[in-house]
């Protein structure tokens, strides 16, 4: 069965360091978006992304956020000069037209010290 | 207005017996709601989903109520076993050929014991 992957699974990183987190979202799908879980909270919505540019962000997502499609397969999240309540867990997503249906990445585990 | 509000936060129930998780919003612009399961350092995965022309939606031993009138929907877990043991999400989206966030509830800890 299809599913997203992510890159690294953890990563650890200085406080004003950047970071950029890698995912390949299913190979038919065309919506991609990234989210983020606090430990111990609820998923929190980043951005959305469609057509090569974003469709939605958050208030989350500020002007240290930018996300990048730089080929046929990869999504990427960067984060320009990271906070030390950037730490979180960060979740890459894609659906498809069709069914609407968000598919989650198994998550890339930031640190930031 | 945008929020999804999910109750209980954590909930132990004896193998077998019905857990019941409930969430309600607001916002009348959302018309997808999904399920999610996720266990611990896992991405959530999709369990079940309802949109608001149906009253019910059962898939193996996953049932969503929905009661659209008071904007509430809620899952039943059938003949829990221990490895349902999980947290589990409620969220809810409205309809953009694909393209709209997911709100996320709080979540529920969901423990089922032997």
């Known amino acids: 069965e299809p599913e997203v992957t992510q890159t690294p699974s953890h990563q650890v990183t200085q406080m004003g360091q950047e970071v950029i987190l890698r995912c390949v979202p299913i190979s038919n799908h065309l919506y991609f978006y990234w989210y983020r879980q606090i430990l111990g909270q609820k998923v929190e919505f980043l951005v959305s992304?469609?057509?090569?540019?974003?469709?939605?962000k958050s208030e989350i997502f500020d002007d240290q956020f930018s996300v990048e499609r730089p080929d046929g397969s990869n999504f990427t999240l960067k984060i320009r000069s990271t906070k030390l309540e950037d730490s979180a867990m960060y979740f890459c997503a894609s659906s498809d037209r069709i069914t609407e249906t968000q598919y989650f990445g198994p998550g890339t585990r930031l640190l930031v010290l | 207005q945008q929020q999804v509000k999910q109750s209980p936060q954590s909930l132990i129930v004896q193998k077998g017996g019905i857990p019941i998780i409930n969430c309600a919003y607001e916002?009348?612009?959302?018309?997808?709601f999904p399920w999610y399961q996720q266990f611990p350092g896992k991405g959530p995965a999709l369990l079940i989903a309802?949109?608001?022309?149906?009253s019910e939606k059962k898939e193996g031993r996953f049932t969503i109520s929905f009661n659209k009138s008071a904007k509430q929907f809620s899952l039943h877990i059938m003949d829990s076993q221990p490895g349902d043991s999980a947290t589990y999400f409620c969220?809810?989206?409205?309809?953009?050929?694909?393209?709209?966030?997911?709100?996320f509830g709080t979540g529920t800890r969901l423990t089922i014991i032997p």
């Open positions: 309802i949109r608001p022309d149906v």
């Open positions: 992304f469609y057509n090569n540019e974003i469709s939605e």
């Open positions: 916002n009348t612009a959302f018309d997808y």
């Open positions: 969220a809810a989206s409205g309809s953009n050929f694909g393209n709209e966030k997911l709100t």
